[in-house]
């Protein structure tokens, strides 16, 4: 049973761009819900992360959007650039249980 | 900079040999992970840990066993290699606490494969 469904597996914008990429989960109990950067040949790693009593939160050009009722979250990348082509990896937890992923989006920014 | 350790980086062996994977981590984590993914696609859990001697399965079945004697090291071993276990294997440790308190830091990997 996937409990964290990722969109699109995908996505190629322009430099400048804002990419979005979208995450919804089943499990309401869920409290944390992390994103992480994966670049080729490196392990994951934790971008920006945020929880269920917020809706937004920002750190520098990355900006997750948090909608409880519609159980769905979502990674905008604000000026996009070349360096930012990765996978991206949204997560979720609930308390001290482990993560559980969802499939990744490969995104590409073209000069 | 989170310093977690993964030996060897890659790895081709023949089939029907032995392999461990070696993953250390510096941090003091009590908490231990490793991950199967096929390059840039899902992780799937395969085993984890929360402390010395304390080793559980995770979601995805794995041929391969895990051991945690010492906090820092958490390695996995394959007794008979076969070409199905091709793939590239993650470790990643946290601090105790909440998951939310305490993310989970990766290392980079060892791409294995199997001839």
């Not at chain 1, 989960?25 to 994966?38: H, L, M, S, V």
């Not at chain 2, 899902?42 to 929360?50: G, T």
């Amino acid at each position: 049973q996937q409990q964290v469904k990722q969109s699109p597996q995908s996505l190629i914008v322009q430099k400048g761009g804002i990419p979005i990429i979208n995450c919804a989960y089943e499990n309401t109990a869920f409290d944390y819900f992390p994103w992480y950067q994966q670049f080729p040949g490196k392990g994951p790693a934790l971008l920006i992360a945020i929880r269920p009593d917020v809706s937004e939160k920002k750190e520098g050009r990355f900006t997750i959007s948090f909608n409880k009722s519609a159980k769905q979250f979502s990674l905008h990348i604000m000026d996009s650039q070349p360096g930012d082509s990765a996978t991206y990896f949204c997560a979720a937890s609930k308390g001290a249980q482990k993560l559980v992923f969802g499939q990744g989006t490969r995104l590409t920014i073209n000069p | 900079e989170a310093d977690i350790y993964q030996t060897p980086r890659y790895l081709v062996i023949g089939t029907g040999k032995k392999i461990t994977l070696e993953c250390s981590q510096t941090m003091g984590h009590d908490k231990m992970y490793w991950y199967q993914q096929d390059p840039g696609m899902e992780l799937h859990l395969i085993h984890y840990s929360y402390g010395v001697n304390s080793t559980e399965k995770g979601d995805l079945s794995s041929e391969s066993t895990v051991s945690r004697i010492r906090t820092e090291h958490f390695p996995l071993t394959l007794e008979s290699a076969r070409p199905s276990h091709t793939s590239q294997y993650l470790c990643a440790s946290s601090g105790s606490g909440t998951v939310s308190n305490q993310p989970q830091h990766f290392g980079d990997g060892t791409r294995l494969s199997i001839l």
